[in-house]
T-cell receptor, first 112, second 113 residues
Framework: AQSVSQHNHHVILSEAASLELGCNYSYGGTVNLFWYVQYPGQHLQLLLKYFSGDPLVKGIKGFEAEFIKSKFSFNLRKPSVQWSDTAEYFCAVNGGFQKLVFGTGTRLLVSP | DAGVIQSPRHEVTEMGQEVTLRCKPI?????LFWYRQTMMRGLELLIYFNNNVPIDDSGMPEDRFSAKMPNASFSTLKIQPSEPRDSAVYFC???????????FGSGTRLTVV
């Protein structure tokens, strides 16, 4: 069965700090990988996705993620966070079936 | 495109009452998903449909929960009877076939008192 692990449950950063959120998945076959963001009180929105090609994927709002197949990882990065990035971030994997399996999420708090 | 539309946005009901949540997927999306989000359990997939047919309902917690998709533009999630532990935010999402990810609706915040 597919599973997704997000090891950082809570992250606190100051504005302008760099961000890296970890995501590891377990699935032996071809995968499609996603990062979603949920701002306080809102629904999940797609940040970026990977399904083939360049393993470094760029998304909206300056976020990027790198797919490292050998490590089963898809970490999310941003070089300089803003207060408005305060949100919960979810990694998800789709391993050949249409349904996504989500991680437990990482709550990011950016202090001004 | 109006996106995935859910109603109501908030629902407060008394224990034992029937609750019906509604979802209109994006036109042309042939997959529809119902998720539940709580602090304790995170995001849980309850059920999903492909071309209006339920494919996997293994996440439906118990017989009190039922979901239908009578046509491509409408789905309901019903809880009968409702219990306080059903309090959560229920999200509907839709997607086209392929690795495109989901588009989520704004959710229904259900409170059962």
């Amino acid at each position: 069965a597919q599973s997704v692990s997000q090891h950082n449950h809570h992250v606190i950063l100051s504005e302008a700090a760099s961000l890296e959120l970890g995501c590891n998945y377990s699935y032996g076959g071809t995968v499609n990988l996603f990062w979603y963001v949920q701002y306080p009180g809102q629904h999940l929105q797609l940040l970026l996705k990977y399904f083939s090609g360049d393993p470094l994927v760029k998304g909206i709002k300056g976020f990027e993620a790198e797919f490292i197949k050998s490590k089963f990882s898809f970490n999310l990065r941003k070089p300089s966070v803003q207060w408005s990035d305060t949100a919960e971030y979810f990694c998800a994997v789709n391993g050949g079936f249409q349904k996504l399996v989500f991680g437990t999420g990482t709550r990011l708090l950016v202090s001004p | 495109d109006a996106g995935v539309i859910q109603s109501p946005r908030h629902e407060v009901t008394e224990m034992g009452q029937e609750v019906t949540l509604r979802c209109k997927p994006i036109s042309g999306h042939d997959y529809l998903f119902w998720y539940r989000q709580t602090m304790m359990r995170g995001l849980e997939l309850l059920i999903y449909f492909n071309n209006n047919v339920p494919i996997d309902d293994s996440g439906m917690p118990e017989d009190r929960f039922s979901a239908k998709m009578p046509n491509a533009s409408f789905s309901t999630l019903k809880i009968q009877p409702s219990e306080p532990r059903d309090s959560a935010v229920y999200f509907c999402a839709s997607s086209p076939s392929g690795p495109w990810g989901y588009t989520f609706g704004s959710g229904t915040r259900l409170t059962v008192v």
